[in-house]
């Protein structure tokens, strides 16, 4: 929540990916792995002048481990165009698009595993997964005026479609047909950045203050309904939905003085909502109606130094997660846009040019946390929360051939309320790497990811799973060139150990044919990759 020009779920992180303007190599890669995996990937860019251009593409494709065929299929596709219209501006329009579709296991119960009755890559409705489809298009254009000045304006627009089946809880609440689930999401999505940034001096400091208006709206068609093997039972719930938010900000950046910088602002964002309903009498759910709200927040930043290399820095700000419209319609005292309150102490130290660390304390409140439910595979707005945490970070470079890497992770989360724990918070989470590149061209990196138990439910009486996981990669230049360009071999090995380890676990009730009409809690989890193999070649020339 300490950026201006991060809004909505900016609470705990957000990201930021930017991609290249050009390649300086085109590149072809093929590669294949056990399960019936594969993955071709290309990337090129025809032009690096004044038209700088790139296109990438991948296919995906992998069975996964499981007893039934996953026909876990991705493509993906990016082309961009930057140019400079005149020596003082620049135009990029980007093109993206993503298709991927899946056969899924679903989150399998933990009695059964243990009970013998199926594999821990089994599934009890091997009828779950979906498919989902993603284009993007975006428009970047700055202009630097004289004294100092910039103009920028970022246009974007989406089309987005998600089909999903699942099956969480089996025949707890329909013992004839099963409890599968159907949900369709088709939406337009479309946004801008607009603003202007403008570098100063101020009593002979150095200083930048920005002005911008963000915008986003969404045009959305939502359905939830029933459904058996994929055939369609009832609908509960069909709505259209727009949702739209307008964010004017102020960003200032200040160096106070030579050892001081400030950073910070603040921004306003107002939503609309308005819902319709589009089911009738057939729905038990109706949502229906308008609504409206809006939420500032401000955002400070001090950095200290450098000394030595190193910089204290102390953050405090606010931020907002919205929550879903159609919630927001039905209940009227429901929180429309829930408050976050951020602090954090850190300190950012280069003391040789090998070797960088960085520690940070901080603390986070939710006025409202969202919490999975299990029975409708969806989330619902809880009490007050309060995180406390804190993280250590380290980069070294003992050698030119050597580079270690290492992050930990503890936070502590609870309602603050009853202090009862936030289920499915981690405790404690820790990643490492170490990679060597050898001069007769190999290169190896060996990576170890560790997430800690954490609490399954509110009293903390069950505690979920914790695991340790280990990924190696191999790369190697092989020194028989083609005509034209280089080649190169890499093998990757995910999970080296073969650890039985769970990719999502939750505890919450289903039932089994046999069992009581009330259902059984347990344990239902997703598992994880097994020993995973995938090698190949990549070829790198110039075009």
């Given amino acids: 929540p300490y950026h201006v020009e991060y809004g909505d779920f900016a609470t705990a992180g957000a990201a930021n990916y930017v991609t290249r303007e050009s390649v300086p190599q085109t590149m072809v890669q093929s590669a294949g792995g056990n399960f019936s995996t594969q993955r071709h990937l290309f990337m090129t860019s025809p032009n690096r002048d004044r038209f700088r251009t790139l296109f990438a593409g991948e296919f995906y494709y992998t069975d996964g481990p499981y007893d039934f065929v996953n026909r876990n299929t991705r493509y993906n596709g990016l082309a961009k165009l930057t140019f400079d219209p005149s020596a003082t501006s620049q135009l990029s329009v980007t093109f993206t698009q993503h298709y991927g579709r899946w056969n899924g296991a679903g989150q399998i119960p933990l009695r059964e595993v243990e009970g013998g009755s199926l594999d821990r890559f089994g599934s009890l409705d091997p009828s779950e997964g979906g498919k989902s489809v993603r284009s993007t298009g975006r428009l970047d254009y700055h ?11 970022n246009l974007w627009a989406q089309y987005y479609y998600l089909s999903l089946y699942t099956n969480f809880t089996f025949f707890l609440n329909d013992p004839v ?32 203050l920005t002005a911008g208006l963000q ?5 959305i068609r939502v359905r939830l309904g029933t459904q058996q093997k994929r055939s369609s039972l009832a609908i509960t719930q069909e709505s259209d939905i727009f949702e739209a938010s307008y964010s004017p900000y102020l960003k200032l950046d200040l160096q106070f003085l030579p050892w001081l910088r400030f950073a910070g602002g603040g921004r306003l964002d107002v939503f609309t909502y308005n819902v319709n309903d589009r089911c009738g009498t057939d729905c038990s759910v109706r949502p229906n109606g308008t609504a409206s709200d ?140 170490v990679t060597a590149r050898l001069p007769i061209g190999l290169s190896g990196t060996l990576q170890m990811l560790t997430v800690g138990s954490r609490a399954g439910t509110e009293d903390n009486r069950v505690k979920l799973e914790p695991f340790t996981i280990f990924d190696l990669v191999f790369r190697y230049k092989i020194p028989l060139a083609p005509p034209t360009g280089r080649l190169e071999a890499f093998l990757s090995i995910r999970n080296v150990t073969n650890t039985d380890w769970r990719q999502a676990q939750f505890f919450y009730e289903s039932r089994l044919p046999g069992e009581p009409a009330g259902g059984v809690s347990d344990i239902h989890f997703v598992p994880g990759t097994p020993r995973m193999f995938l090698g190949g070649l990549t070829w790198f020339w110039s075009a």
Avoid at 143 to 153: E, I, K, S
Avoid at 187 to 192: A, K, V, Y
Wanted: charge should be negative; avoid cysteine; proline fraction near 4%.
């Fill in 215 to 219: 915008t986003r709206f969404d045009n």
């Fill in 143 to 153: 202009y630097d005026l004289p004294g100092g000045g910039t103009a920028f304006a």
């Fill in 177 to 208: 047909n099963g409890d599968g689930i159907e949900q369709t999401d088709r939406r337009w999505l479309t946004g801008s950045d607009v603003g202007y940034r403008q570098t100063f001096r101020l009593l002979d400091r150095e200083g930048v």
């Fill in 294 to 433: 809006a939420i500032a927040s401000g955002k400070a930043n001090l950095i200290f130094g450098p000394w030595a290399g190193t910089e204290f820095f102390m953050n405090a700000g606010t931020g907002f997660h919205s929550n879903d419209a159609r919630d927001v319609v039905l209940n009227p005292s429901a929180t429309t846009l829930t408050r976050a309150i951020g602090y954090e102490l850190g300190i950012r130290s280069q003391p040789w040019t090998w070797t960088e660390f960085l520690a940070t304390a901080w603390l986070l409140d939710l006025d409202s946390e969202l919490v999975f439910v299990g029975d409708e595979g969806t989330t619902e707005p809880r009490g007050k929360t309060r995180r406390l945490g804190t993280e250590l970070s380290t980069r070294i470079t003992p050698v030119e051939w050597l580079s270690i890497r290492g992050d930990i992770t503890y936070t502590h989360a609870e309602f603050r309320k009853t202090g009862d724990a936030i289920p499915l918070a981690p405790q404690f989470t820790a990643f490492s790497s």
